[in-house]
């Protein structure tokens, strides 16, 4: 079974600051996918940004970029130029791609990051 | 193109009642799955289909049952409601393995 950790269950950074959040991840699989999730207060989960395991390159999308080490087993998010509107619950999360389990999404605890003005 | 539509939004239940909570997606995606959310615990999965007519368990089962007899269509049924219940339910659904799940808005039901 897979497991997924998120290690800073809540972070703050300063408006237009760079933060960092961090995702480990337990597998024995060698082919899946990462996702970063955002939830902000109105609770509508919000994919943010997508790892494919067999992509060297980094995942980027706007101001959110993550830092993937597969040997590692690491999932970092690393939101640049932070806005207000960053303040959610960021879930990371693992899906295995075909097979018994695929479809089905992994999740981490979560770690809440506040914006501040 | 509503996406993933839940309902209700909310609920209050007295323990041993019974309900559904409503799940509808018009992406024509074959997989569709429900989570629930609690404090400090993440999304965990409670049932998921591949398609109509197929569905399993997930992670956190008892206490649940679902259907799918339309692709459009997943609804969550509690037989028999337990405060242990209470908690925000997400519908999700994909079209293929590959393909990040779209979420609906989730139902907050609380057991009394």
């Known amino acids: 079974a897979?497991?997924?950790?998120?290690?800073?269950p809540e972070m703050s950074v300063q408006e237009a600051e760079t933060v960092t959040l961090s995702c480990t991840y337990d597998t024995s699989e060698n082919n899946?996918?990462?996702?970063?999730y955002k939830q902000p207060p109105s609770r509508q989960m919000i994919l943010v940004i997508r790892q494919e395991a067999y992509k060297q390159q980094n995942a980027t999308e706007n101001r959110f970029s993550v830092n993937f080490q597969?040997?590692?087993?690491?999932?970092?998010?690393?939101?640049?130029?932070?806005?207000?509107?960053?303040?959610?619950?960021?879930?990371?999360?693992?899906?295995?791609?075909s097979g018994a389990g695929s479809y089905q999404l992994t999740f981490g605890k979560g770690t809440k990051l506040s914006v501040i003005p | 193109?509503?996406?993933?539509?839940?309902?209700?939004?909310?609920?209050?239940?007295?323990t041993g009642q019974s309900m559904t909570?409503?799940?509808?997606?018009?992406?024509?995606?074959e997989y569709m799955s429900w989570y629930r959310q609690d404090p400090g615990m993440g999304l965990r999965l409670i049932h998921y289909?591949?398609?109509?007519?197929?569905?399993?368990q997930g992670e956190v089962p008892n206490g649940y049952n679902v259907s799918r007899s339309t692709t459009e269509d997943f609804p969550l049924r509690l037989l028999s409601a337990a405060p242990s219940q209470t908690s925000v339910y997400f519908c999700a659904s994909s079209d293929t393995g590959r393909a990040p799940l779209h979420f609906g808005n989730g139902t907050r039901l609380t057991v009394t």
């Open chain 1, 2 to 8: 897979q497991t997924v950790t998120q290690s800073q």
């Open chain 1, 32 to 36: 899946y996918y990462l996702f970063w």
């Open chain 1, 70 to 97: 597969k040997a590692a087993k690491s999932f970092s998010l690393k939101i640049s130029d932070s806005q207000l509107g960053d303040t959610a619950m960021y879930f990371c999360a693992f899906m295995k791609p």
């Open chain 2, 1 to 14: 193109n509503a996406g993933v539509t839940q309902t209700p939004k909310f609920q209050v239940l007295k």
């Open chain 2, 21 to 29: 909570l409503q799940c509808a997606q018009d992406m024509n995606h």
């Open chain 2, 49 to 56: 289909s591949v398609g109509a007519g197929i569905t399993d």
